[in-house]
């Protein structure tokens, strides 16, 4: 079974400026994939970015990269310059080996101010 | 990204009665679709994997007769919510699989739908 766990229930970040939410796994497949999702208070949830296991380099989309540390088995997301619509709940989760069920965290909810 | 689309958005209904939940791939054909359940300030529990001309795989503890499923075509599963109680009453949210391109996948999620049982 895997697991993922988000230690940081809330954060507070000022605008434009960076931050990074945590994200520890563990899984003991040797493939698997790590994404981040974004849910605003409307409910959607929305992909930010995807990590495989095998991925030699850090996965960027944007403002938001994933900093992918494999022996400790971490997957933070790094959002640079935060905007106020940044403010959300962020979900990080795992998928392993063939399956295709996603393995959610409990989140950590970002306000972002001015 | 993908589109997926979810209808209704929010839905009250009577206690006894029955409400289904349609999630549709806008823009590309999804053989497997996820129904999720989400609590407030909770994360989302995964109920089921609606497989396309398949039954659909249950989690544990989630009723198949409570909560019916059918995938009859590539872009379109439903979900029923038979006979409501209020205890139901949640966030409901579907995902459908596709490529992310390099052999990766990930999955797209509807808007989500609001059931308030009375």
């Known amino acids: 079974a895997q697991k993922i766990t988000q230690t940081q229930p809330g954060m507070f970040v000022q605008e434009k400026e960076a931050v990074t939410l945590d994200c520890t796994y563990d899984?003991?497949?040797?493939?698997?994939?790590l994404f981040w999702y974004k849910q605003p208070s409307s409910g959607e949830m929305i992909f930010l970015i995807y990590?495989?296991?095998?991925?030699?380099q850090n996965a960027t989309e944007g403002r938001y990269s994933l900093n992918f540390q494999k022996a400790r088995k971490s997957a933070n997301l790094v959002i640079s310059a935060s905007q106020l619509g940044d403010s959300a709940m962020y979900f990080c989760?795992?998928?392993?080996?063939?399956?295709?069920?996603?393995?959610f965290g409990t989140g950590t909810q970002l306000k972002v101010e001015l | 990204g993908a589109v997926v689309s979810q209808h209704p958005s929010r839905v009250i209904c009577k206690s006894g009665t029955s409400v289904k939940i349609e999630c549709r791939s806008l823009?590309?054909?999804?053989?497997?679709m996820f129904w999720y359940r989400q609590f407030p300030k909770q994360s989302l529990m995964l109920m089921a994997t609606?497989?396309?001309?398949?039954?659909?795989?249950?989690e544990q503890g989630v009723e198949k007769d409570k909560f019916l499923i059918n995938h009859a075509s590539l872009t379109l599963s439903t979900l029923t919510v038979t006979s409501a109680h209020p205890e139901d009453s949640s966030f409901y949210i579907c995902?459908?699989?596709?490529?992310?391109?390099?052999?990766?996948?990930?999955?797209?999620f509807g808007p989500g739908t609001r059931l308030l049982v009375l």
């Open positions: 995902s459908a699989r596709d490529i992310l391109g390099q052999g990766r996948e990930t999955q797209y």
């Open positions: 899984t003991s497949d040797q493939s698997y994939g």
């Open positions: 990590q495989g296991s095998y991925d030699e």
């Open positions: 989760a795992i998928v392993t080996g063939g399956g295709n069920k996603l393995t």
């Open positions: 823009d590309f054909q999804a053989t497997t």
């Open positions: 609606s497989n396309e001309g398949s039954k659909a795989t249950y």
